[in-house]
């Protein structure tokens, strides 16, 4: 038993040692004896479960009793067919109490589309929730407990922290049983490519996180929140000891944005395009090991610019804390905040330096004047606007992209029978740029007789011919 101890204590050691950048200094060890074993998770159970709850929220959506239901042509000829129907969808999720005032983190998937949201506590008290702030490019959402009574709240710890080793525990309403327990090991620290979201950068743990823990709370043994849990990873969709968590600093920044009125949550805007630092890069750059955000491209009076980023530069860090990959950029710069100074340490002909940098939001460049295209042109119903950083991150669409961009396309109309989608670019009309919404309303206005027409769809150029 003793050789057992001593093995797994020189592993745990090793781990440690071989953590980047570690910001934790206590002393780590593993149990020593059977006393020791037979410790409880029970007392810090006892102590957060109460701001754990359950989420329920209902959906209506319409039904529609006939496939021809609603179509003219044939409500026309055999008569009106049987109205469609309303039906409500729920769903199930968990949620954490983070503030005696009776907000509520979850994710966004577990509510999203909702017209009806309610709470449940462990002690069966039942309240109804509004939604604060909603993200479903993070997958985080703030709900309000409408309840005058001061709730159980749990403390939000410093996810920056973690180690890989450390003991967590998970809490929610896996399969609507109930709320659940479970315990594991922090596995992951900074995954990415988990989901389709555009954020990456989660915490990955083996502690059992089934269908309906969405929204949970990850929590450490000092009893604070370090993670909500969002995702597992599994083709049969039951917990096969990965799942992943969005870690706690993220949410503190979330959760402030909510309380502050924030209509939507917005991330630092750059300026710059990254790519993820490959083991070729790194030799030929002469880098020790293969992380890091690598500069590709820095956009004119961008903050990067501003603050004298180039291409061919590594960020390997912001403000201390390592830059495992883009993502990991994107996370650093998020948690710090809007309107905060950072400093990045990159790396260039072998050599470090640091560049300062004030975070800000996307800018309106040129204002959007968007409209709608009318009349007998091929884009007749085609809502369009000018790109800006600001309206290409509205719309989930790369910050370097310029032009005219169709926001929205009118059903039946023109437009949408030729095939035309939102975020297509107008690259060009019978062989003239387009550069603006004006220039793009004249053009439309005009009968050239035919129409050649060239657009940008996901990177992709497309050309058409319209008579």
Not at 13 to 41: D, G, K
Not at 210 to 229: H, Q, R, T, V
Not at 300 to 327: R, S, Y
Not at 402 to 414: A, F, K, W
Request: with cysteine; proline share 5%.
């Amino acid at each position: 038993m003793q050789g057992f101890v001593r093995g797994v204590a020189i592993s745990a050691l090793a781990l440690v040692m071989c953590a980047p950048l570690s910001v934790r200094a206590e002393e780590l060890r593993v149990p020593q004896t059977a006393t020791e074993m037979q410790l409880s998770f029970a007392p810090l159970v006892r102590q957060t479960h109460g701001a754990v709850v359950n989420v329920y929220a209902e959906r209506l959506v319409q039904r529609r009793a006939s496939p021809f239901a609603g179509d003219p042509f044939f409500e026309h000829f055999f008569g009106q067919q049987m109205p469609n129907r309303t039906e409500k969808q729920s769903s199930l999720g968990s949620g954490v109490i983070v503030g005696a005032n009776g907000m509520v983190v979850t994710n966004n998937h577990v509510i999203d589309g909702a017209d009806d949201i309610k709470v449940a506590l462990s002690d069966g008290r039942e309240f109804p929730v509004k939604v604060v702030l909603k993200d479903d490019r993070l997958d985080l959402a703030v709900l309000k407990i409408d309840a005058k009574e001061e709730l159980p709240a749990l403390a939000i710890g410093d996810s920056d922290r973690l180690e890989v080793g450390d003991l967590v525990l998970a809490i929610g309403n896996p399969f609507g049983v109930g709320q659940t327990v479970t315990s594991g090991i922090v596995s992951g620290l900074a995954r990415n490519s988990i989901n389709e979201g555009d954020f990456g950068f989660f915490i990955q743990t083996d502690a059992a996180i089934n269908p309906g823990n969405s929204g949970g709370a990850l929590m450490n043994m000092k009893g604070e929140l370090i993670g909500i849990n969002t995702a597992i990873f599994s083709k049969g969709g039951g917990s096969n000891g990965v799942g992943f968590a969005i870690p706690a600093n993220l949410v503190k920044v979330f959760l402030n944005a909510a309380e502050g009125g924030a209509a939507s949550f917005e991330r630092p805007y750059v300026g710059a395009t990254f790519d993820p630092v490959t083991s070729d890069v790194a030799e030929a750059l002469g880098l020790d090991t293969v992380r890091g955000a690598l500069v590709v491209r820095v956009l004119d009076d961008g903050p990067a610019a501003k603050a004298g980023l180039k291409a061919g530069q590594v960020v390997i860090a912001v403000d201390g804390m390592p830059v495992e990959h883009p993502d990991a950029l994107g996370y650093r710069l998020t948690t710090a905040g809007l309107g905060k100074p950072v400093t990045l340490t990159v790396r260039e002909d072998g050599k470090e330096k640091e560049i300062s940098m004030t975070l800000s939001g996307a800018p309106e460049t040129t204002p959007r004047d968007e409209r709608l295209i009318e009349g007998r042109s091929p884009f007749a119903g085609a809502k369009v606007a000018n790109l800006s950083p600001k309206l290409a991150y509205e719309l989930k669409m790369p910050s370097e992209v310029i032009g005219v961009v169709i926001t929205d396309v009118v059903g039946g109309s023109p437009a949408a029978r030729l095939g035309f989608e939102p975020h297509d670019i107008i690259v060009s009309v019978n062989g003239v740029a387009v550069t603006s919404t004006a220039g793009m309303a004249e053009v439309a206005g005009s009968d050239p007789g035919f129409w050649r027409v060239e657009i940008e769809r996901d990177g992709q150029r497309i050309r058409q011919i319209f008579r």
